[in-house]
């Protein structure tokens, strides 16, 4: 059973620290530990001994996502297919003063190592996002975002103040699409950024062109300096229910990653595809070593979060009005260990995902 923050203080049996030593974050309990490079996101953790993988992280979360607005005006004023957020022109910013506070909550072990924002195609919808981060770099977390086409003036701010950047690939104009996307990628790069990836959805629809992009990430002289094509699992949610798209076929998926992994390109996932990256690289002679670097899906209060724009909190922004999660933890009224991190329905979700070995309870992915 998990022990509550002051369950901890009370006992005095369980003592944590954290220390910041020159680019590193160290996180030290008895039972759960990690070291986290600040500067290139390298991050490893483990239990009681090496030997130990921790089923989840009992003293709060790891990584937020964090929506900071609902804003986006998409790509020349088309709005993505698949936008499972169903975002437009009009919508609503977080405040910094809630995003202070939604800080303060969920940090409250100071065990927080990054935050990812959700952010619109532009990437500075929210005036105050520069403060966001500046905040977040002050308490040594690191931000984060994805965006999909940002000036020159932004790239630089990006550069300056996120750890890492992910460019969407906007499959549906493409070619168009991937010329937009290797141009920010370029954008970025030449700012300085060294942790620049592409995003990219998994869907039948979008199977051909993800072919094309290994190819260009081989011979584009733009994509030199990617970090990694990161695929992610297409959810039956918002636009793409919507327009009906679907998911790819097992054999369809292993074909694509076998490829990309032949080709030695530097691939990620969401975690919501542990499951079938786990099955494609059945039999490969590195298969070890591989899934040493993979998660199943870490929400429902294993080691992510996600709050949005109304410091509202859910396992992760999927579930966010599905069955069962039409309302979240309001953060802002909680306590966090207590009514959030420890409820009775991330502790149930927390259950099935460590018996399922991190199958998504929510979606058939
Ligand atoms: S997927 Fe991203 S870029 Fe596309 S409409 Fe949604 S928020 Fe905007
Ligand atoms: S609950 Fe499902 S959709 Fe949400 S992060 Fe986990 S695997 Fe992905």
């Not at 910094?96 to 952010?119: E, R």
């Not at 300056?160 to 460019?167: D, L, Q, R, W």
């Not at 990430?217 to 039956?236: E, H, P």
């Not at 209060?301 to 999927?318: A, K, M």
Request: charged content about 20%.
């Amino acid at each position: 059973m998990a022990l509550l923050r002051q369950d901890i203080e009370k006992t005095g049996t369980y003592s944590f620290s954290t220390q910041i030593k020159d680019d590193w974050k160290y996180f030290n309990a008895p039972d759960y530990n990690y070291r986290f490079n600040l500067k290139n996101g390298y991050f490893v953790r483990w239990g009681k001994t090496f030997d130990d993988d921790p089923p989840y992280s009992r003293l709060g979360p790891e990584i937020a996502d964090i929506e900071i607005s609902t804003i986006c005006k998409g790509l020349s004023g088309i709005h993505c297919p698949y936008c499972y957020k169903v975002n437009t022109d009009t919508g609503k910013n977080m405040s910094f003063d809630v995003f202070k506070k939604v800080i303060k909550k969920i940090n409250t072990n100071n065990q927080l190592t990054q935050v990812a924002f959700g952010l619109g195609a532009a990437g500075e919808e929210n005036p105050a996002l520069w403060d966001m981060c500046a905040t977040l770099r002050e308490q040594n977390i690191i931000p984060n975002g994805t965006v999909a086409n940002v000036t020159e003036e932004t790239a630089q701010k990006i550069a300056a103040h996120f750890g890492a950047c992910a460019v969407s690939n906007h499959f549906f104009t493409a070619p168009k699409g991937n010329n937009l996307c290797y141009d920010n990628v370029k954008r970025l790069i030449d700012c300085g950024m060294k942790q620049v990836n592409i995003h990219y959805i998994l869907a039948r629809e979008s199977l051909e062109n993800a072919f094309q992009v290994l190819h260009d990430i081989k011979t584009d002289s733009r994509l030199k300096g990617l970090n990694a094509l990161v695929f992610l699992s297409l959810k039956a949610k918002g636009r793409a229910l919507n327009n009906n798209m679907h998911q790819l076929k097992t054999d369809e998926f292993t074909n694509l990653i076998r490829t990309a992994l032949s080709m030695n390109i530097s691939i990620g996932f969401d975690s919501c595809t542990f499951p079938k990256f786990s099955g494609a690289i059945e039999g490969l002679p590195n298969r070890k070593k591989l899934l040493m670097m993979a998660e199943g899906c870490e929400s429902f209060g294993r080691f992510s979060l996600y709050v949005n724009v109304d410091g509202q909190c859910f396992p992760c922004s999927f579930c966010e009005h599905e069955t069962g999660w039409e309302k979240g933890f309001d953060l802002l009224t909680t306590d966090f260990m207590s009514d959030v991190w420890n409820s009775r329905e991330f502790e149930n979700g927390r259950k099935a995902l460590i018996k399922t070995g991190g199958v998504c309870p929510v979606f058939d992915i």
